[in-house]
């Protein structure tokens, strides 16, 4: 499994010119959601996780920057941007890194999401993914903060082009409302393809997961 990640990352580093910007966002609200999604399930309901909140923020934020969703051909010397969301997410294994794929991730629910991502992570702790579940993606969520950190600058899962880091939520002084506040504060990242776009893009990508982290109604504008 070793050799298999090395020569992945190796091909992503020779072959992706890529670039990170990042941004710190106030995750109160979204907590707050989140708490209330989960107090109003009932008996019996899995909890909705902060990755399948994350990651319907990111389908919808794809289908404003389509160009985060593509891939090179090389060859072709073409951008091919992909009619599907296929979202991969990181998932640490007693074997490794593995990166399971939700397939059709922007036609889910956020609950339809949260669903995938639990019956997918036990798949990958048991070792029982499939070659299908570990292929075909489009667009990497990684949620490095399950490791307590707040950031880093991950290699592009080849052949995508971007992944957004998830660092740890923390409370931390924030100003809000022009008052000095604890609020729950998370570091949000995005390592791009910089063939495919321009910072102007990947900024505004990221300023959007930003927004909708911030205030959750920004989001329901386009459900």
Same mark, same amino acid.
């Given at each position: 499994? =070793?050799?298999?990640? *090395?020569?992945?990352?190796? =091909? #992503?580093?020779r072959e992706i010119p890529d670039a990170t910007c990042w941004v710190d966002a106030d995750a109160t609200e979204l907590m707050a959601a989140r708490a209330a999604m989960n107090? *109003? #399930?009932?008996?019996?309901?899995?909890k909705i996780s902060v990755l399948a909140l994350l990651a319907r923020v990111c389908t919808a934020a794809l289908a404003r920057f389509p160009e985060l969703n593509s891939t090179v051909d090389t060859e072709a010397r073409e951008i091919v941007r992909l009619p599907?969301?296929?979202?991969?997410?990181?998932?640490?294994?007693? =074997?490794?890194?593995?990166?399971?794929?939700?397939?059709?991730?922007?036609?889910?629910?956020?609950?339809?999401?949260?669903?995938?991502f639990i019956r997918l992570t036990?798949?990958?702790?048991?070792?029982?993914?499939?070659?299908?579940?570990?292929?075909?993606?489009?667009f990497t969520l990684n949620n490095y903060g399950v490791f307590g950190v707040d950031g880093s600058t991950p290699i592009i899962n080849h052949p995508e082009a971007a992944m957004?880091?998830?660092?740890?939520?923390?409370?931390?002084?924030?100003?809000?409302?022009?008052?000095?506040?604890?609020?729950?504060?998370?570091?949000?990242?995005?390592?791009?393809?910089?063939?495919?776009?321009?910072?102007?893009?990947a900024g505004g990508f990221l300023r959007y997961v930003a927004d909708c982290v911030e205030q959750p109604a920004v989001l329901l504008r386009g459900v």
């Amino acid at each position: 499994m =070793r050799g298999a990640v *090395a020569d992945k990352l190796a =091909r #992503s580093r020779r072959e992706i010119p890529d670039a990170t910007c990042w941004v710190d966002a106030d995750a109160t609200e979204l907590m707050a959601a989140r708490a209330a999604m989960n107090a *109003a #399930s009932g008996a019996g309901v899995p909890k909705i996780s902060v990755l399948a909140l994350l990651a319907r923020v990111c389908t919808a934020a794809l289908a404003r920057f389509p160009e985060l969703n593509s891939t090179v051909d090389t060859e072709a010397r073409e951008i091919v941007r992909l009619p599907s969301v296929h979202l991969g997410f990181a998932a640490q294994t007693e =074997r490794g890194l593995v990166v399971p794929v939700v397939h059709e991730a922007d036609g889910r629910t956020t609950e339809s999401l949260n669903e995938e991502f639990i019956r997918l992570t036990e798949a990958a702790r048991n070792g029982a993914l499939t070659p299908g579940e570990l292929t075909g993606g489009t667009f990497t969520l990684n949620n490095y903060g399950v490791f307590g950190v707040d950031g880093s600058t991950p290699i592009i899962n080849h052949p995508e082009a971007a992944m957004l880091g998830v660092g740890r939520i923390v409370p931390k002084p924030w100003v809000h409302e022009g008052e000095l506040a604890v609020r729950e504060v998370v570091q949000l990242s995005l390592t791009f393809d910089h063939r495919v776009c321009d910072g102007g893009t990947a900024g505004g990508f990221l300023r959007y997961v930003a927004d909708c982290v911030e205030q959750p109604a920004v989001l329901l504008r386009g459900v």
